[in-house]
């Protein structure tokens, strides 16, 4: 049996479109949702109930419905849709859900992305209020937006077959939005959903682009996306959702709100059944019955819960047979599945005094605006007692309401509406009123603001359901308020109403009504619970965008980056850095590779990319008496053509960074920084500058990028610089230790520094990025004879430990100071001030048992503590907790000492030289000897080759 | 079908509280009826025998941070200081159920904090060593072994931080917040508390550097003793005895997606890739992510912090591509230098203060509420309190927790 | 996200900025003379009211300018932005 209309609705009868629900194969056409082409086969029920497992139907025709939850299948799986807002594709293969659904286990192979927009006016809603307010604001040559959900503009008109202007109404809404489209500076997005209001003015709305379009998306174009929206004004024309009266029994498919069923009829040519009983408190659902009963559905009664039912509408039943009982109520229904009568009797009492046989029953108590958006704006909510919802209460400068959203239910009011704050919005964004739009005038006979406010019929409590989606009844209301709950917000969380998929849309002002009731109080004087965005779900896939795979976070990499590829190196990520960790050969695990590495370094000459240094050109008359105070140590007096190596502290005295400082001239110095803090350190130079010290005359620039950095190092190293820069005397007297040289190396500017983080002979080689792999290339081909080789930041870590050299943020954590790291020697005693100093004479800091930088060697030297190991004191763990010393920061296997080591930092670490202590190691206890960190070379006798 | 998603959460008690007007004076003034307010309560009353004892709260009970948290629990914190507090926490909540007589949904699912970094390596190994010294149960696992505990991470080596091990707290897990703010209120209501609502404390009153009385929208109440348990607005409030904190407040934004099947068995934390997600009871995934930059009382943060969170979430589970954001809201959490709470003394007495407890205090909710009761029953700090003195800022002797806790919960 | 509106150069996106927390916080003269108490203010302890509140912003990834604003915290509304070494302007929240 077909509930198709023999003719009617937006749908495009002469295709078909096949598509499976719940195993079934069925038919529908263009234009219709799922629910729609459901509902023409008389399938109304669609999944189960989350708690009972009772069946659940279709109760809306939009996004507000509370109950059609469908997982789709096919293309793609898709947990947690509405059936009403599905639109039908041809394939698509969906199933009905019990408030749960189900992840795709594959990846989704869509595409997402987000766009900005700016625009002077945005208005929200695509009905009558929203075009006129769009088109006026567009006349005046603001720049408009004009958002839906829906595929089509049109709003409420979509499901009524009225008149505007005396033509159908679908002409009138063609009309403005060909207008619209055709303005420039206008964009009009359809199936576009405004989800999220916030700050000043920023809209967050989301496109469904191709998901109508089912397995004819086309590839490459994104299924969804995110529009950043920042307007000046917002018109808010949202509309209003029908509620409905909770009675008992009232959760049986077939039972739904009585507009929709009339917008199945008018948008899609479906009836909701045969045989139908429509209950109301108001004037609207008059029209549903009427135009129901004209398309042949046998309206069996109207029950109007008001004293009296409006003549002219009873009259218009009358004259097609439409019975019409005022002052009565549904009391209750009837069925195993789908509802197939109801009872109903008077207001007061209710008791039931007749049944009625149906398969639908059509409801109305009434409409809500829709102001969530409005209320993330901030918007204070009024009670409106005649509408028994809330309204907005008060005026906000950059958001303005039009058309029902406001209360306001009268479609030639709500233009009007529509007009005066399209005007108003485009003034306040500084536009003058341009060509006065016409405003539509309808033929509507069913107005809404006639109601009675009617939360629910009493009945059987445990079967009245306030919350469809989430079973929750009116007796589990009357709980939450018996056990002592006053506030909204507790009695939301007691019942869970409002919680579900909806969000309470249809839901939330009953459950208030009925708290109200209960508890004797107005409900002017409740607090409606808070909307909060997103006001319909959102994929999480459409806000993570393209920000996702290598774009998640930018990759940065080298100059050299593609030889290190090329000769096989594996990378460690060090920020955003991608950086050589080591080059193993065939064969080569970690430690055999970096024991390679470290031992061709000491022993003849190794290099590698230190080009990711962070390097900050500092220039300026007080650029010394600057560094003085950013570093613990003296800088001012650093001559030119010299280099030092600095500490920089925080305020609290803890260390935040170390590197090397060359004085390049006398208002010139270049400071390098680590890796991973090269802007932070900017950021924090950059800071003091201007927000303490402007008045120095220093500037700061990053030219981390602009150098390729390459340390030579090892005894050999002499030799293969002075192959490549013949122009340079590499003898130790004429290049110092701690001093640089601009020179030409491999027949490229460089600037050459005498520095060491391995305690070997080194030299650190800087060109222009540009020239950075033709350098590595010649110094590997220089270097061949010796045979140089390249090394990553593991091996670059062990010969620095060896030296006892920490490492910023291995060796440190914010709670390690200079003194700690036994670098008083870098700690200035002449200078009155540097950052960090006055922290450094707190109580805390002169504590004998502070926490220092020691070196370990394990009894045992082929024992390798493993990284972040403990220290305690005795050879016998006590129960817990165990007094610990310390921990161990850095362990290798050492190709020089021919031992494992390691640094750590211990309590009273100085002090314990020579000292046994133990490191638990799984369930065993290392011991280990306390020593100095620094463990290689301790005269420094390679540093000079 | 089989039996539905939803069908086996527990209901709530058909008595929850009173809701009387406030007495004229009493013994013990809370101010603030969140988690921490409403255990310190429970506490004093059942520990300490101290019942004529108020919980002002200025809006509804426990609807601030209380309602809004994500509610990791665990207490493999790194240093001693920590791990003393939210271990005797942690254990606090394993017999709570019981204690309170109410179904909390404490689940001991464990939490992994995933490692991106070598250096993340290296201090996760430390943190875990350090946590089983403390009698804390913690393992350190590679990415095998998380894929094993939880097999929708994406432990490939070709993502943009690949997932390089992770600590594991087997004991850790998730409560329903509400259901244990609810568990006190109920508890200590029942033992003769006072559970006063939308009552706002306006002014602290003092003499002759002691606490008297506060000044409240419904009126001036005389306290003996008065504890501040205020979160977000603790400095608000200590700024009333001119007092001033090393507290920043700022909003902290979480969200969940709808109902789904259970895929997410466990508590996934990342602090490099910023984000961490569990799956609620019910079934709906429940995800944080860093705080908003910026000082701000408005429970409600940026947009792009969630833009954010979505696609780290995505970088770590591909598989909740299609699941959808359900509902965003905002905390206000008081962030201290060193990541660390104060919990104590202050200068004036008879006034005790408890704050800082930032983006990860529901945790410590029973442990702290202990403690705290402990503090003001005694007028001396318990043991696990005393390291979080306001005095250590002076000192320099911070409890540096921004390696467990920077962003993390 | 809030739209900031740089002394320098205009409203701009938060997303460029950085937050500096309170604004007007000098560096002491001489940190030596201060006591332990007095030097834990200015490293640790922030004015964090629930209102107007004066606070440095840094146009990070825009201009790189730092400048001064007041905000009202409850609102998150700006009620002014200034540039470093202005005075704080009367604001009505
Ligand atoms: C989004 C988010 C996620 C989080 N996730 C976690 C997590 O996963 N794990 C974890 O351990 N922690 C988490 N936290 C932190 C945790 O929520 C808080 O640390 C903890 O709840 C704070 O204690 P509380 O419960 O007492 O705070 P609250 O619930 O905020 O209680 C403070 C109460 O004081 C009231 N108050 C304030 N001023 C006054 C006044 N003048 N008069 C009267 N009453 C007043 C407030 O209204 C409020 O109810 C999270 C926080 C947020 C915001
Ligand atoms: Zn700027």
């Given at each position: 049996m077909t509930f198709r209309t023999p003719t009617g609705g937006?749908?495009?009868?002469d295709t078909l479109l096949h598509f499976t629900f719940n195993g079934q194969s069925y038919t529908g056409h263009p234009g219709d949702t799922l629910a729609s082409a459901l509902l023409a086969h008389g399938?109304?029920?669609v999944g189960g109930s989350v708690k009972l497992g009772r069946p659940r139907g279709i109760v809306?025709?939009?996004?507000?419905?509370?109950?059609s939850l469908v997982q789709i299948e096919a293309p793609f799986s898709e947990p947690m849709l509405l059936a009403t807002t599905v639109e039908l594709y041809d394939g698509l293969v969906a199933r009905g859900l019990a408030g749960q659904g189900k992840l795709a286990a594959e990846p989704d192979p869509a595409r997402y992305d987000a766009k900005h927009e700016h625009c002077d006016v945005l208005v929200v809603g695509a009905g009558p209020a929203g075009l006129v307010a769009a088109l006026t604001a567009a006349r005046s040559g603001a720049r408009v937006v004009l958002v839906d959900?829906?595929?089509?503009?049109g709003g409420a008109l979509l499901g009524v077959d009225e008149y505007v202007d005396e033509r159908p109404s679908a002409e009138w809404v063609a009309d403005v939005v060909a207008e619209l489209k055709s303005t420039p500076g206008v964009l009009v997005l359809e199936r576009?959903?405004?989800f999220g209001m916030y700050q000043d003015g920023f809209v967050l709305a989301l496109e469904?682009?191709?998901?109508?379009?089912?397995?004819?998306?086309?590839?490459?174009?994104?299924r969804q996306r995110v529009w950043r929206i920042r307007t000046r004004q917002t018109v808010l024309a949202t509309g209003a959702h029908e509620r409905p009266v909770v009675f008992?029994?009232?959760?049986?498919?077939?039972?739904?709100?009585a507009s929709s069923a009339r917008t199945f009829l008018h948008?899609?040519?479906?009836?909701?059944?045969s045989r139908a009983v429509v209950f109301t408190?108001?004037?609207?659902a008059y029209c549903a019955a009427i135009d129901l009963a004209e398309s042949g559905?046998?309206?069996a009664l109207i029950v109007d819960?008001?004293?009296?039912?409006p003549a002219r509408l009873a009259t218009e039943c009358a004259a097609r047979g439409i019975e019409v009982r005022a002052g009565?109520?549904?009391?209750g229904t009837e069925g195993?599945?789908?509802?197939t009568g109801v009872r109903i009797g008077p207001?007061?009492?209710?008791?039931?005094?007749i049944t009625v046989a149906c398969d639908t029953v059509l409801v109305s108590g009434g409409w809500n605006p829709v102001v969530s958006l409005f209320s993330q704006a901030r918007g204070k909510l009024r009670y409106d007692a005649e509408l028994g919802a809330f309204v907005p209460g008060e005026e906000l400068s950059t958001v303005r309401v039009a058309g029902?959203?406001?209360?306001?239910?009268?479609l030639n009011a709500c233009a009007r509406q529509g007009r005066d704050v399209g005007s108003e919005a485009a003034a306040a964004a500084g536009f003058a009123p341009g060509g006065q739009v016409p405003l539509p005038v309808s033929d509507s006979r069913?107005?809404?603001?006639?109601g009675l406010v009617l939360w629910r019929v009493p009945g059987d409590d445990d079967a009245s359901f306030v919350d469809l989606q989430r079973d929750s009844t009116v007796a589990d209301v009357l709980r939450a308020t018996g056990a002592g709950l006053r506030s909204l917000e507790h009695i939301k969380r007691y019942?869970?109403?409002?919680?579900?998929?909806?969000?309470?849309?249809?839901?939330g002002m009953i459950a208030a009504g009925i708290v109200a009731e209960a508890l004797g109080v107005e409900l002017e004087d409740q607090r409606p619970t808070t909307f909060r965005p997103p006001y319909t779900s959102v994929s999480f896939a459409a806000l993570a965008g393209r920000d996702?795979?290598?774009?998640h976070d930018p990759v940065r990499v080298t100059a050299i980056h593609p030889w290190h590829v090329a000769h096989g190196a594996l990378f460690e990520d060090v920020g955003q850095w991608k950086r050589p960790w080591y080059y193993p050969k065939?064969?080569?695990d970690l430690h055999t590779a970096v024991l390679r590495e470290c031992r061709a370094t000491r022993e003849s000459v190794g290099m590698m990319d230190g080009s990711t240094l962070g390097k900050i050109d500092v220039q300026g008359r007080d650029a010394g008496k600057f560094l003085d105070m950013l570093?613990?140590?003296?800088?001012?007096?650093?001559?030119?053509g010299k280099i030092r190596y600095g500490v920089m502290c925080g305020v609290d005295g803890m260390v935040i960074d170390d590197g090397t400082v060359i004085r390049v001239g006398d208002e010139r110095y270049l400071i390098t920084t680590t890796t991973g803090n090269a802007a932070k350190i900017l950021d924090w130079m950059e800071e003091w500058l201007q927000t303490?010290?402007?008045?120095?005359?220093v500037h700061c620039t990053s030219v981390t990028e602009h150098w390729a950095t390459i340390p030579l190092v090892g005894p050999r190293s002499r030799d293969v610089l002075a192959a490549v820069a013949?122009?340079?005397?590499?003898?130790n007297e004429a290049f110092e230790f701690m001093t640089w040289h601009d020179t030409v190396v491999a027949g490229v500017p460089a600037r050459v520094c005498r520095i060491s983080f391995s305690g070997e002979l080194a030299y650190e080689i800087n060109v222009t990025a540009w020239h950075g792999i033709a350098v590595w290339e010649a110094l590997m081909a220089a270097g061949e004879q010796y045979g140089i080789t390249p090394y990553g930041t593991e091996t670059m870590h062990v010969l620095r430990a060896e030296k006892g050299y920490p490492i910023i943020g291995q060796e440190t954590d914010?709670?390690?100071t200079p003194q700690d790291l036994g670098?008083?020697?870098?700690?200035?005693?002449?200078?009155?001030?540097?950052?960090g100093k006055r922290s450094f004479a707190r109580a805390e800091n002169n504590r004998t048992d502070r926490k220092q930088l020691v070196g370990l060697l394990?009894?045992?030297?082929?024992v390798l503590l493993p990284e972040g190991s403990q220290i305690v004191e005795t050879d016998r763990l006590p129960e817990p907790p165990v007094r610990m010393l310390g921990h161990v920061t850095s362990s290798y296997p050492s190709a020089a000492l021919g031992r494992t080591f390691a640094l750590a930092l211990v309590r009273s670490g100085h002090e314990r030289i020579g000292e046994t202590l133990f490191v638990p190691v799984e369930d065993a206890l290392v011991p280990v000897t306390v020593t100095e960190?620094?463990?290689?070379?301790k005269e420094g006798a390679r540093r000079d080759g | 079908m089989t039996s539905p998603p939803g069908a086996h959460l527990p209901e709530h008690p058909d008595f929850l509280w009173d809701n009387p007007e406030p007495k004229a004076s009493y013994d013990v003034v809370i101010v603030g009826g969140g988690g921490h307010g409403l255990a310190t309560a429970y506490y004093l009353a059942k520990?300490?025998?101290?019942?004529n004892v108020a919980v002002l709260e200025?809006?509804?009970?426990?609807?601030?941070n209380m309602a809004r948290n994500t509610t990791i629990i665990r207490?493999?914190?790194?240093w001693d200081e920590s791990s003393g507090i939210y271990e005797h926490s942690l254990k606090l909540w394993e017999g709570l159920e019981e204690d309170l007589g109410?179904?909390?949904?404490?689940?001991?699912r464990g939490v992994l904090n995933l490692a991106h970094s070598l250096q993340d390596v290296r201090d996760s190994v430390r943190r875990v060593n350090a946590n089983r010294l403390n009698g804390i149960d913690a393992e350190w696992v590679d990415p095998a072994g998380v894929k094993e505990i939880c097999?929708?991470?994406?432990?490939?080596?070709?993502?943009?931080?690949?997932?390089l091990g992770a600590t594991y707290q087997p004991r850790a897990g998730i409560a329903k917040h509400d259901y244990v703010a609810w568990g006190y209120a109920r508890a200590a209501h029942a033992m003769g508390v006072d559970l006063i609502q939308n009552?706002?404390?306006?002014g602290l009153e003092t003499s002759q550097g002691r606490i008297t009385a506060v000044e409240t929208s419904r009126g001036r109440i005389a306290a003996g003793k008065v504890a501040l348990?205020?979160?977000?607005?603790s400095s608000v409030l200590a700024k009333m005895v001119g007092l001033r904190l090393p507290l920043a407040s700022h909003p902290l934004q979480a969200l969940v997606s709808e109902l789904l099947e259970p895929v997410h068995p466990t508590v996934v934390m990342s602090n490099a890739v910023h984000v961490y997600v569990s799956q609620a009871h019910k079934g709906e995934l429940v995800m944080g992510a860093g705080i908003d930059s910026y000082n701000g009382y408005g429970q409600r943060g940026s947009f792009h912090i969630i833009e954010q969170q979505m696609s780290a979430a995505l970088e770590l589970f591909?598989?909740?591509?299609?699941?959808?954001?359900l509902r965003t809201w905002a905390g206000i959490v008081d962030v201290s230098p060193d990541a660390s709470p104060i919990v104590g003394l202050t200068p004036v007495g008879g006034l005790y203060l408890n704050c800082?407890?930032?983006?990860?205090?529901f945790k410590a909710t029973p442990g702290v509420g202990d403690c705290f009761a402990h503090t003001i029953a005694h007028d001396k700090p318990h043991p696990f309190n005393e390291?979080?003195?306001?005095?250590r800022f002076t000192t320099g002797?911070?409890?540096?927790?921004h390696g467990a806790a920077a962003v993390a919960h | 996200m809030q739209l900031i509106p740089?002394?320098?150069?205009g409203p701009r996106e938060e997303a460029e900025f950085h937050y500096g927390g309170?604004?007007?916080?000098?560096?002491?003269?001489?940190?030596?003379?201060?006591?332990d108490e007095e030097w834990a203010q200015y490293v640790f302890f922030r004015e964090n009211p629930s209102g107007p509140f004066a606070e440095r912003w840094s146009h990070n990834a825009g201009c790189r300018r730092w400048f001064n604003a007041v905000r009202?915290?409850?609102?998150?509304?700006?009620l002014a932005v200034y540039r470093v070494g202005e005075p704080m302007p009367e604001v009505i929240a």
């Open positions: 937006a749908i495009d009868r399938v109304h029920e809306a025709a939009g996004s507000e419905d509370p109950t959900e829906q595929n089509q503009a576009t959903t405004a469904k682009r191709t998901d109508h379009l089912g397995f004819a998306a086309p590839e490459g174009v994104a008992a029994d009232n959760d049986r498919p077939g039972i739904m709100l948008r899609y040519g479906v009836l909701p059944g408190t108001n004037d609207s559905v046998d309206i819960a008001r004293h009296e039912a009565h109520v549904v009391v195993a599945g789908r509802v207001l007061a009492p209710a008791s039931p005094d029902s959203a406001t209360g306001e239910l009268d069913c107005t809404a603001r006639s019942t869970t109403i409002g919680t579900a998929h909806d969000q309470g849309k249809t839901s996702r795979g290598e774009l065939p064969g080569e570093y613990t140590n003296m800088m001012s007096t650093l001559k030119v303490e010290w402007p008045h120095l005359d013949p122009s340079l005397d590499v003898s914010a709670t390690v670098m008083s020697w870098a700690v200035s005693k002449k200078k009155p001030d540097f950052i394990p009894v045992d030297p082929s960190s620094v463990l290689y070379d | 520990v300490h025998g101290i019942t200025k809006g509804w009970l426990a609807g601030g207490s493999n914190y790194l109410y179904p909390i949904l404490f689940d001991q097999p929708i991470v994406n432990t490939s080596p070709d993502v943009r931080y690949p997932v009552c706002e404390v306006t348990c205020a979160a977000g607005h591909p598989v909740f591509a299609r699941a959808h954001l800082g407890w930032g983006t990860g205090g390291p979080f003195t306001l005095e002797a911070l409890v540096d927790e | 740089c002394p320098w150069c309170q604004a007007h916080v000098a560096y002491p003269e001489d940190p030596s003379a201060l006591t009202d915290t409850r609102t998150h509304d700006l």
